[in-house]
Structure formats: C-alpha cells, structure tokens
C-alpha cells in the first residue's frame, strides 16, 4: 500500500447531477481526507462482485471539507453510471489517496489553472490550497457547450465553449493564449487536466512562452499502485522509458513526458 493511503468501506454522503450528465458525489472518510493532497486521486469500486463492473475506477479527489472527500465525474460508462445512483448512506470501497500531487509550494506569483470538461475534477481542491499560499488565479475552463459547465469553488473563471453558447468561442487552450498575450502576470505557473489533444497543445504554448505547466494525466488503471503496469506514458530525457500514471504521476511536468 503506497504511504498514507488506506482501503475502507466509505458512508456516502451525497450524490447529485451539477451539470449534464456530470455529478458530484461525497462519502465519509477522516483518514483520506487527512492525508490527501490537490492532484491526487482515489481508485473507488463501483460495484461489488456479481453487481457490475470488477475493477476501480480512478477518481481526482474534487474537494475536502473537513472529514468529506468530494469526487467529480461524468457518468458515461457502467461504472460511473453505478456510481451516479449511490445514495446517502450506501457504503463505498475506496482505495486512496494515490499518485503524485501537484507542486504547489514556490517559484511563481500566478497560478493559470486550465480545464477541459470533466477535467476541471482536481481544481476546486488546488484552488483552496492555493488560496491560502497567498497565489493570485485565473482559472480557464472548457466545455462543449454550456449545459456541461460546473466551476464551483473555483475562483476568477475564463469560460469557453465550443460551440459558443456560452464565453470565449474555440478552445481552452485558444483562451489561456489569449489572455497571456495581453496580460502582465509576473512569473506564472500553469496546471491543466483535460483531454490529450487539449494537453498536447497546452504543452506547446508552454514552451513557446517558456511557462512551467504540470498537467495531471487521466490513464487506464487497474490496481492504482503500479503493479498491473495498465497506465504507461512516454518519458523524456534519460530515465526509463515510461512513467506510469497511477503511480509516477498523475500530476507531470510538461517538460518530463511526451503527450
């Protein structure tokens, strides 16, 4: 078991739809929420034998609020959609926290906090912990279009949609550069979650402007520890060839893997 993560039966809270097809969902546990960190990510099964599916599911930890631990998701799949029936009181199988968390500490005045779609899960957590580092946010975030948007908890929001049904029309990405190029921000950080494509570019425009960017990498887990070895990503440099989400990340730097 990675340090400070534990596995238990979770009281669930609550569990509601925040946007089309997206919900929140809350469950009961002091020893997770005391040790968790913004980037990092509990594996939950969804079902128990004979249920539904059998393996965990990776969630970014959304929030912490005391001894609660909020999740973030689209229920798209059997499992997410297992999930997005819990009911208060129900127990859930968690495993967490897990991974490696985002480097929030020193080096930067600005945080440019960049979401697409459901990727926007580990912010509200990173935006309460940068608040009280005394860091100045911009948070830009990405929808399809506007029935999907949910920023709660999140602090000055650049929103954009691809349809143009609400903010900026084009992508993220298109917004962020935007805003970079007309604003005196002093030295910045970014931190992103969403799509490959939409990290791909995000990488290149952080090169171009010489701009430290960590994005936090959705994989396909099995076991969350790195011993099914199902979540491999490309390194840079050196080292050994691939990293392994679940368990090197999923919190990288852009100049330490190739998207």
Same mark, same amino acid.
């Given at each position: 078991?990675?340090?400070?993560?534990?596995?238990?039966?979770?009281?669930?809270?609550?569990?509601?739809?925040?946007?089309?097809? #997206?919900?929140?969902?809350?469950?009961?546990?002091? &020893?997770? =929420?005391?040790?968790?960190?913004?980037?990092?990510?509990? !594996?939950?099964?969804? =079902?128990? #034998?004979?249920?539904?599916?059998?393996?965990?599911?990776?969630?970014?930890?959304?929030?912490?609020?005391?001894?609660?631990?909020?999740?973030?998701?689209? =229920?798209?799949?059997?499992?997410?959609?297992?999930?997005?029936?819990?009911?208060?009181?129900?127990?859930?199988?968690?495993?967490?926290?897990?991974?490696?968390?985002?480097?929030?500490?020193?080096?930067?005045?600005?945080?440019?906090?960049?979401?697409?779609?459901?990727?926007?899960?580990?912010?509200?957590?990173?935006?309460?912990?940068?608040?009280?580092?005394?860091?100045?946010?911009?948070?830009?975030?990405?929808?399809?279009?506007?029935?999907?948007?949910? #920023?709660?908890?999140?602090?000055?929001?650049?929103?954009?949609?691809?349809?143009?049904?609400?903010?900026?029309?084009?992508?993220?990405?298109?917004?962020?550069?935007?805003?970079?190029?007309?604003?005196?921000?002093?030295?910045?950080?970014?931190?992103?979650?969403?799509?490959?494509?939409?990290?791909?570019?995000? #990488? &290149?425009?952080?090169?171009?402007? !010489?701009?430290?960017?960590?994005?936090?990498?959705?994989?396909?887990?099995? /076991?969350?520890?790195?011993?099914?070895?199902?979540?491999?990503? &490309?390194?840079?440099?050196? &080292?050994?060839?691939? =990293?392994?989400? /679940?368990?090197?990340?999923?919190?990288?730097?852009?100049?330490?893997? !190739?998207?």
């Amino acid at each position: 078991m990675p340090n400070g993560a534990v596995k238990q039966l979770c009281e669930v809270k609550s569990c509601s739809e925040v946007a089309a097809k #997206t919900f929140l969902l809350s469950f009961i546990s002091a &020893e997770i =929420a005391a040790s968790a960190r913004p980037g990092q990510f509990v !594996n939950v099964l969804a =079902a128990e #034998t004979g249920e539904g599916p059998l393996l965990r599911r990776p969630f970014s930890i959304a929030r912490v609020d005391g001894n609660i631990i909020e999740l973030l998701f689209s =229920a798209i799949g059997t499992g997410t959609k297992l999930l997005s029936r819990k009911q208060p009181g129900e127990m859930l199988d968690v495993l967490g926290p897990l991974g490696r968390p985002f480097h929030t500490d020193a080096g930067y005045d600005t945080a440019l906090i960049a979401a697409g779609g459901i990727g926007m899960a580990p912010f509200p957590f990173l935006t309460g912990d940068l608040l009280k580092r005394g860091k100045r946010i911009e948070t830009f975030a990405g929808f399809r279009n506007a029935g999907q948007i949910f #920023t709660s908890d999140l602090q000055n929001i650049h929103l954009a949609t691809d349809d143009g049904s609400k903010g900026f029309r084009g992508t993220v990405v298109q917004l962020l550069e935007s805003y970079v190029n007309r604003t005196d921000l002093g030295k910045v950080k970014i931190f992103a979650c969403g799509p490959t494509a939409m990290l791909k570019a995000l #990488t &290149e425009l952080a090169k171009i402007k !010489n701009i430290c960017c960590e994005v936090s990498l959705e994989g396909h887990m099995a /076991c969350g520890v790195g011993i099914c070895q199902g979540c491999p990503v &490309e390194r840079t440099g050196d &080292e050994a060839k691939y =990293a392994l989400v /679940c368990k090197d990340g999923p919190v990288f730097l852009t100049t330490e893997i !190739n998207l």
